[in-house]
């Protein structure tokens, strides 16, 4: 399972006290209290491995080391150890206490979120020539304390949508390693599937039916991962006795939900033509090229017809 939605709690680590200490050594008098060292900070860094925000599904809270205390002798404490959560490409995280949001884009993109506090100063900085043995030092500062709210928006370069049965995880299988459970009956998936083309993503988005952009159904949680998609590829089942009609059911779906979505650019594809003879293949492929330019027969049990959907991945692929 795939999360994609994950709250959390991260704090900077604490910076280090400063020290009050003075030399014993002769030659050497005066205050020799060390620094702290700076709290650690927290950030986030892009992975492209998709299901990266599942290890924050029972670990919620995240802290990034505190500086340790000056030493005598101005010794400097060392820095706090940084932490760096490795979340998906695609990953919004949505500061809830500022409202600020960091956007991760790019495979090794590292945002800080939350900065480790200011580390305390010894007392040697506090000298002056009225003052040769100042009992001053500061404290180390706390870090930041954030709660966040993970969020991953971008799952894919290509999204298969369309009613349920249509053939989806059938044809993402046959093309990827994704190993998405199929069966003969409706919302078998409840979790997009996604499967990795050659360095390419593309999801199986499950779960649209009529009202989903209400809030009906599945629908609805999943649409928001195609809104980055760029190629959709619309599967109709050529079991469908209206296939008109099942494109439109999609589509509505697509506009209620935001109108940029329906405009993406799509591919049709005709799924399962094993199933009706050549000639009904070639009508039906006719009928559906109204509807929209670019319209392909597959079937999983087609090796020819695979090799021309390859065709066209190996394309998109190659613009991206
Ligand atoms: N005959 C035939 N059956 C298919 C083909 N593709 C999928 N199916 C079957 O159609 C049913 C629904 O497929 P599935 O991939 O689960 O649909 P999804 O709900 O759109 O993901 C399953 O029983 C599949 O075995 C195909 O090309 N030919
Ligand atoms: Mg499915």
């Not at 050659?198 to 199986?204: E, K, Q, S, T, W």
């Amino acid at each position: 399972m795939i999360v994609d939605e994950i709250r959390i709690q991260i704090k900077g680590g604490k910076g280090g006290d400063g020290l009050v200490a003075f030399s014993k050594i002769k030659n050497e008098k005066g205050p020799k209290g060390g620094d702290g060292g700076h709290g650690g900070n927290v950030y986030v860094e892009g992975v492209s491995n998709l299901s990266a925000l599942n290890k924050f599904r029972h670990k919620k809270e995240f802290f990034a080391g505190d500086g340790v205390d000056g030493k005598t002798r101005l010794l400097e404490g060392a820095r706090g150890e940084e932490l760096i959560l490795k979340v998906p490409v695609g990953t919004i995280a949505h500061n809830l206490d500022s409202e600020r949001d960091f956007e991760v884009m790019e495979v090794g993109e590292k945002i800080l979120l939350a900065k480790g506090g200011r580390r305390g100063r010894g007392n040697w900085h506090f000298r002056s020539s009225t003052n040769t043995t100042p009992m001053e030092c500061e404290d180390g500062k706390e870090g930041q304390l954030f709660n966040f709210f993970l969020e991953l928006k971008m799952i894919a370069d290509v999204g298969f949508i369309g009613l349920p049965s249509a053939g989806k995880s059938s044809l993402l299988n046959a093309l990827t390693k994704a190993n998405a459970k199929t069966a003969a009956y409706h919302f078998t998936t409840l979790e997009p599937n996604l499967g990795d083309y050659y360095g390419m993503i593309l999801a199986d988005i499950p779960g649209l039916i009529e009202g989903a952009s209400l809030g009906k159904g599945l629908g609805m949680k999943f649409l928001r991962h195609i809104k980055r998609t760029k190629i959709l590829i619309h599967c109709i089942s050529s079991e469908s006795l209206n296939q008109k009609k099942d494109y439109q059911i999609i589509k509505n779906e697509l506009k209620e939900y935001e109108t940029a979505i329906a405009q993406k650019k799509e591919y049709i594809f005709l799924t399962k033509t094993d199933l009706i003879d050549e000639k009904e293949v070639t009508k039906r492929v006719r009928e559906l090229k109204k509807i929209s330019p670019n319209v392909i027969p597959v079937s999983i049990y087609d090796e020819n017809s695979l090799d021309e959907v390859r065709k066209i991945l190996n394309k998109i692929k190659d613009k991206r």
